[in-house]
């Protein structure tokens, strides 16, 4: 019994923190857990392979730096490579994006830096570049038109990501190009997932993240990946 309270004081002190400041990163956590089991204490499992074309996702990914070359193309490997991961939120193409993302670190490097940007710290910016006029779509597609903002449970959400949306109007162009600029890329917090069981949990309807870029002898750097709502 003790075992179980104090297993359940930690996981509300994390959804407290998860609530209040939108992200909290836990070094070696739980380290007999899984993932899986983590994400379900803390909320509820989001089962990829129930959505429509995506049989094959499994709901723990593994996630590992890849050359461009030996990617498949419409992955972020496959567009980037070992360079930079530009900031995004994950699975913005959805209709509703899943709200948490949780990153467990199997094998860390510390040259390798995940990036975080609290929509607040740019939401002004982001404002007075139209941000609520911006509309995108899919990419590759005619329909499927998807505004940057959207509302779940009377929460004002974000969805960003430049790889697989693309601008529909004026604003979204202007957006695009201060997402992927200088300027908003050294406003985000490095966070170094360097030993095993060292966790990210993220908003991912009001925090953007990427990825530092990674040097040929980093590549053994391993992270799983799984969302909840």
């Not at 994006?97 to 710290?121: D, F, H, Q, S, W």
């Amino acid at each position: 019994m003790g075992i179980n309270v104090s297993m359940s004081s930690v996981h509300l002190d994390v959804k407290q923190e998860l609530s209040e400041k939108g992200f909290v990163f836990i070094p070696r956590w739980k380290l007999e857990l899984s993932i899986n089991e983590l994400a379900s204490n803390v909320g509820k499992v989001v089962k990829i392979s129930d959505y429509l074309n995506h049989s094959m996702i499994p709901d723990v990914q593994k996630v590992t730096p890849k050359e461009r070359e030996s990617s498949i193309k419409s992955h972020y490997s496959g567009e980037f490579g070992l360079n930079a991961f530009p900031l995004h939120t994950d699975l913005a193409h959805w209709g509703k994006p899943p709200k948490y993302i949780m990153m467990r670190c199997i094998n860390g490097n510390e040259r390798v830096a995940t990036k975080v940007l609290p929509l607040n710290i740019i939401w002004e910016i982001l404002q007075d570049h139209g941000l609520r006029r911006a509309v995108v779509k899919t990419r590759g597609r005619r329909c499927c038109l998807l505004p940057l903002l959207f509302n779940t449970n009377e929460e004002q959400c974000i969805r960003w990501d430049s790889h697989f949306l693309e601008p529909v109007n004026e604003s979204a162009s202007v957006i695009r190009d201060l997402m992927l600029s200088k300027k908003v890329w050294d406003l985000a917090i490095d966070i170094k997932l360097k030993n095993f069981g060292d966790t990210l949990i993220l908003n991912n309807h009001s925090h953007f993240h990427g990825r530092s870029k990674v040097s040929s002898d980093c590549v053994d750097r391993e992270l799983e990946r799984i969302y909840f709502n």
